[in-house]
């Protein structure tokens, strides 16, 4: 027998080999006589050989995938560095950063106070919730549970007020239910959402470092109105919200992007193993 045919093969009775063990009077785990005993097939040399081949290209293919997937992650944190960088005190490596020094004249520096309105999220109990599909987005980067009410729509920029995630900094484009968190509305005059979106969670780990409190953390709003942000013209932030939408979109959307191909693969690597690894018992 082939080893790595046999790997393949143990691999699909992970359940199987999870019940051998439970029912061995209750104690758990797997010991060699299990293992010994248990059946597996044997096809001829030249089937695993071919089953082996099959699975090792899907196997190689989604490893090609996640590297290309974790390059395109560098990728995008080096162009969103470059991009949002506006210090006069910028290091010359870059090129891209060197570009955008010369357009500081046309930048400012504010507070974000001054150019964008926070509303606090309203507290909710299981009792007020009804049936729905609205995301009720409270302290983390995920929806804690879904609504049938909203009180946030359209883009909302998110601010986790307590736990562990306080300072958390997220995105959304649909209506959800705001509960244990700010939102940040500024000024569309001057200030893209998407862009001070993206500017904030580059800045992220300044925002986490604002939350005071050893026992349970929280971001106080008067903390993020004093936060520096830089406003470029309407016309530059759109440019840079753009090619930055579209390493996002590259990298997480579950959709069209790198994550979607990866578990497009995922799923037709398992469909085949199971396939090729299902075999009827000679009479």
Same mark, same amino acid.
């Given at each position: 027998? %082939?080893? /790595? ?5 143990? @691999? ?11 029912? /061995? ?9 299990? %293992? ?5 097939? *044997? ?12 699975? /090792? ?9 996640? #590297?290309?997937?974790?390059? @395109? @992650? ?22 891209? #950063? ?16 001054? *150019? ?11 009792? =007020?919730?009804? =049936?729905? $599909?609205?995301?009720?987005?409270? $302290? ?12 946030? =729509?359209?883009?909302?920029?998110? *601010?986790?007020?307590?736990? #562990? $995630? ?6 959304? $484009? ?9 939102? *940040? ?39 993020? =109105? ?16 753009? %090619? ?35 075999? @009827?018992?000679? #009479?």
């Amino acid at each position: 027998m %082939i080893s /790595d045919f046999l790997y393949y093969f143990l @691999r699909t009775q992970y359940q199987k080999l999870r019940g051998v063990s439970a029912g /061995d009077g209750g104690r758990g785990g797997l010991n060699l006589k299990m %293992i010994r005993s248990y059946r597996i097939p *044997v096809p001829p040399l030249e089937v695993q050989r071919e089953i082996v081949k099959v699975l /090792d290209a899907f196997t190689e293919l989604e490893a090609e995938l996640e #590297a290309e997937l974790e390059a @395109r @992650r560098r990728q995008y944190q080096y162009y969103r560095d470059a991009l949002l960088t506006f210090d006069e005190h910028m290091s010359g490596a870059s090129k891209q #950063a060197s570009k955008q020094a010369s357009k500081q004249a046309s930048i400012r520096w504010t507070t974000l106070g001054e *150019v964008a309105t926070f509303r606090r999220g309203t507290a909710i109990t299981g009792k =007020q919730t009804t =049936q729905g $599909n609205v995301p009720v987005v409270a $302290n983390g980067p995920a929806p804690v549970y879904f609504h049938g009410d909203s009180n946030r =729509q359209g883009e909302t920029v998110v *601010v986790a007020r307590s736990g #562990a $995630n306080a300072g958390f900094v997220s995105y959304w $484009n649909q209506p959800i239910f705001l509960t244990d968190a700010f939102s *940040v509305h500024p000024d569309d005059a001057v200030l893209l959402p998407r862009f001070i979106f993206h500017f904030l969670q580059k800045r992220q780990q300044a925002v986490y470092s604002i939350k005071k409190g050893s026992g349970v953390p929280h971001v106080q709003v008067k903390e993020l =109105q004093s936060f520096k942000v830089p406003i470029p013209p309407l016309d530059e932030q759109a440019r840079i919200v753009a %090619i930055l939408d579209k390493f996002d979109a590259l990298i997480n959307d579950l959709g069209s992007g790198l994550p979607a191909e990866i578990k497009a693969r995922g799923q037709q690597y398992e469909h085949y193993r199971d396939r090729l690894l299902t075999f @009827r018992e000679a #009479a």
